[in-house]
């Protein structure tokens, strides 16, 4: 008896530490929700918070020039307001020594609902204050919608979003982008994902090992291989 009811105990257990939420939102290259390398208006979870980092090949961040990764804090506050930190490795004369420190937000100003997509507005890297400009390497600032769609319990999201330089000069995306994720019904640990980010076409997915850790990668610009590894918490 004592036997069979550890074996139920440790299959529960097994369960939990697989189970999944219906909808797991994509993480971009720099740490904040989003598609590959686009923002999206999804939002996390309140009180979500995630630590990760990723393999940035050079086309990622075309100022610095060089294959190089990155580290990030990333923090949901409130249904409405999301905060990242994130730190890219830079490479000196002496190897790669030094960092690129930036703080990243975005702030969704309508839930999505039937009829109507949700809307957000953010930006990137805007607290950088050196003399020249020099270290402004991921700037952006944007607007961007999303809309989901059920087809036979997959889920279907479409962003379409508009990067400016208004506010940040120095902004990566400037123009239209846009993409798709898709969370299959046969399997909603994956989420595959294409987007555009007004330089080029990506594609890749993210996928939830266990219950708190994600595996990402992505083709960017359909050339050069980029990803890597998130951790996962509810507070």
């Given amino acids: 008896m004592a036997s069979n009811t ?3 105990i440790f299959r529960i257990y097994l369960l939990l530490l697989t189970g999944l939420p219906l909808y797991v939102h994509a993480q971009t290259l720099s740490g904040m929700s989003g598609l590959l390398n686009i923002p999206s208006a999804d939002m996390q979870a309140d009180g979500t918070f995630i630590v990760g980092g990723n393999y940035l090949p050079a086309v990622n961040q075309p100022t610095l020039g060089y294959n190089t990764g990155n580290y990030y804090l990333n923090l949901t506050l409130l249904p409405f307001f999301e905060v990242s930190y994130r730190a890219t490795v830079l ?3 002496n190897g790669y020594t030094n960092q690129d420190r930036s703080v990243s937000f975005k702030i969704q100003l309508l839930k999505e609902h039937q009829y109507l ?3 957000t507005v953010g930006a990137s890297d805007f607290l950088t204050h050196v003399a020249g400009g020099v270290a402004e390497y991921f700037e952006q600032n944007y607007f961007v919608l999303t809309k989901h769609f059920q087809i036979r319990q997959t889920d279907i999201g479409i962003t379409t979003g ?7 000069k120095k902004s990566r995306f400037i123009g239209l982008f846009g993409g798709v994720a898709i969370t299959p019904a046969f399997c909603k640990q994956l989420k ?6 007004c330089k ?3 594609l890749g997915g993210s996928l939830l090992i266990i219950k708190h850790v994600y595996l990402f990668s992505m083709a960017e610009h359909l050339k050069y291989i980029a990803g890597g590894l998130a951790y996962r918490v509810y507070l």
């Fill in 162 to 168: 508009y990067g400016t330089d208004l506010i940040l």
């Fill in 91 to 93: 490479k000196m004369s």
């Fill in 192 to 197: 595959i994902i294409g987007d555009f980010d």
């Fill in 200 to 202: 080029g076409t990506n």
């Fill in 117 to 119: 997509p949700a809307v």
């Fill in 6 to 8: 550890l074996k139920k």
